[in-house]
């Protein structure tokens, strides 16, 4: 009898612990995606809806795992609806005998789990749970009042205490088919955007899917890897392994990477500096994974609960500057512009633009967390809203509210030559490197020979900086002063 394998967050064939039982059965297997908005919706915290650039990835990552699935003789289907009742369906109708799938150690998604598996008991069919996209699951990783580690580096000594996880598993060979099952296309579940097509820019740079990411490792472990641990800060060089947006669809899992990296660390003990830095990048995903466990509602709750009196400010139009990069700032206004175009943005200026929202700006970090969910191809449900609490100050184990980082400082000291702005802020390309990150102390003889226009071509700073500060001190200190 047919095994349905469930496929979610997890779109590749191989170390696919649920796909691998199927497979090994020998019996037929059916791979199944269910795009099941009403279940998210329902189940509190409700599991969020995909923002407009992880929906655009997903398109592209299914049609992928179709391809490579029917290469061995296997199908994808693809139904909506409640996935208890759409599994439970398909179930039935092909005389399934079990259902499998790899667990999403998050609750809203192990609340829908769990009415499937119920939906089937009832129905006599089985289901199984495999291990899923993490080095280690959350319930193991707990301290003596049996919550999870709110600080990094006692997390990730425990995790790495471990020791190595399992050894990734190989990619079915071959699978036994079924014969015809309908299925809807992806093509109409519109997912991509087409008036206007704003996925220009995503298409150009991605090319989601296993293969890829299997690519992307490989390219990055054996070109990009030496000098990790400084390049990495520097978003002028092309020193990370962008394969975020991978990892955040499963289209490979941690432990390949965990293990790739460890097989290049042992051939090249040079690279063990580098390789160690890179992994405990991979340890800051699995970090705000186990965070989101223990706090489902953490993209809409302040971790610090003074934070809940928090004076933000609803400025609208300063908002919008900043979506737009129009800030005045040059490093601000790159991120976001490479943030709009590419669906990514560096990790250090990440920190800068949401730092600036949060503290020049004074901005709820929830709008900015919106902001990136909808625009960031690797919009992650713990990643995004751990690193914007993070930022705030509001998180676990944060950066301290006090420390107000200086967009002209952060663009001089990680951007020196200016080629990371000039590259996404083109109406400055012109500027001499020691203005390039501070346009308006140019004098108007140097803004003319650069064709640079204030107010015109480019805006003037959006707030000044050492006000800001000011200000965002005094904003934080009156909530200190309620503790
Ligand atoms: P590499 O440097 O090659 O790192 C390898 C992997 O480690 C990454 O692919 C990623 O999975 C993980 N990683 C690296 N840094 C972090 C980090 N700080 N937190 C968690 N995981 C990390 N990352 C996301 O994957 N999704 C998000 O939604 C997201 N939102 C962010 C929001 C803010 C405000 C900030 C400051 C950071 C955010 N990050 C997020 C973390 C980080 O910026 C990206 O993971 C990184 O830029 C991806 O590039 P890379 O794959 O080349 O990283």
């Excluded at 696919?16 to 020998?26: D, F, I, N, V």
């Excluded at 006000?467 to 001190?473: H, V, W, Y």
Aim: glycine fraction near 6%; include cysteine; hydrophobic fraction near 40%.
């Amino acid at each position: 009898q047919p095994v349905i394998v469930w496929f979610r967050d997890d779109l590749r064939l191989s170390d696919h612990p649920a796909l691998h039982e199927a497979a090994s059965r020998g019996a037929p297997v059916v791979g199944l995606y269910v795009r099941d908005d009403e279940s998210r919706a329902l189940k509190p915290p409700a599991a969020r809806s995909l923002g407009g650039a992880t929906r655009w990835w997903l398109a592209q990552s299914l049609r992928a795992l179709r391809k490579n699935l029917e290469a061995i003789r296997g199908t994808l289907v693809l139904r909506t609806g409640p996935a208890a009742s759409v599994i439970a369906t398909l179930a039935r109708d092909i005389h399934a005998d079990a259902v499998f799938w790899n667990d999403i150690a998050q609750a809203p998604h192990q609340a829908i789990a769990r009415d499937v598996a119920s939906a089937l008991a009832s129905d006599g069919i089985s289901s199984q749970i495999f291990p899923g996209d993490l080095l280690v699951d959350p319930k193991f990783i707990r301290n003596k009042d049996n919550r999870g580690l709110r600080v990094f580096t006692p997390f990730w000594r425990r995790v790495q205490g471990l020791g190595d996880p399992q050894k990734p598993l190989p990619a079915p060979k071959k699978l036994t088919s079924i014969g015809d099952i309908t299925s809807e296309a992806v093509d109409d579940w519109n997912l991509e955007p087409t008036r206007p097509d704003w996925a220009g820019g995503l298409r150009e740079i991605w090319t989601p899917g296993e293969a890829a990411a299997q690519a992307r490792l490989k390219a990055f472990l054996d070109e990009n890897i030496r000098g990790y641990a400084g390049d990495r800060d520097r978003p002028d060089r092309d020193g990370t392994s962008r394969l975020s947006p991978h990892l955040r669809f499963g289209e490979i899992s941690p432990r390949q990477v965990w293990h790739a990296a460890r097989f290049a660390a042992a051939e090249h003990p040079r690279l063990a500096g580098d390789i160690d830095k890179f992994l405990s990048e991979l340890g800051w995903r699995e970090f705000c994974r186990h965070l989101l466990f223990d706090v489902p509602d953490l993209a809409v709750r302040n971790l610090q609960e003074h934070f809940d009196t928090f004076p933000w400010k609803c400025d609208a139009r300063a908002l919008k500057a900043w979506q737009r990069g129009l800030t005045g700032y040059p490093i601000v206004d790159a991120g976001m512009r490479e943030l709009w175009h590419t669906g990514v943005m560096h990790n250090r200026v990440r920190m800068v633009v949401a730092s600036f929202l949060v503290k020049h700006l004074l901005i709820d970090w929830r709008a900015g967390e919106q902001w990136f969910w909808d625009t960031l191809v690797d919009a992650d449900a713990g990643s995004n809203p751990a690193n914007w609490q993070w930022v705030a100050g509001s998180g676990a184990d944060a950066a301290p509210y006090f420390r107000v980082f200086n967009p002209i400082l952060q663009g001089e000291k990680f951007d020196p030559d200016g080629a990371y702005v000039r590259r996404w802020v083109p109406e400055l390309a012109q500027l001499p490197n020691d203005l390039i990150h501070q346009p308006w102390t140019a004098t108007p003889i140097e803004l003319a020979s650069a064709g640079v226009e204030l107010g015109k071509t480019y805006p003037p700073p959006i707030v000044d900086h050492k006000q800001a500060r000011e200000r965002a001190l005094a904003a934080y200190a009156k909530i200190r002063s309620k503790d």
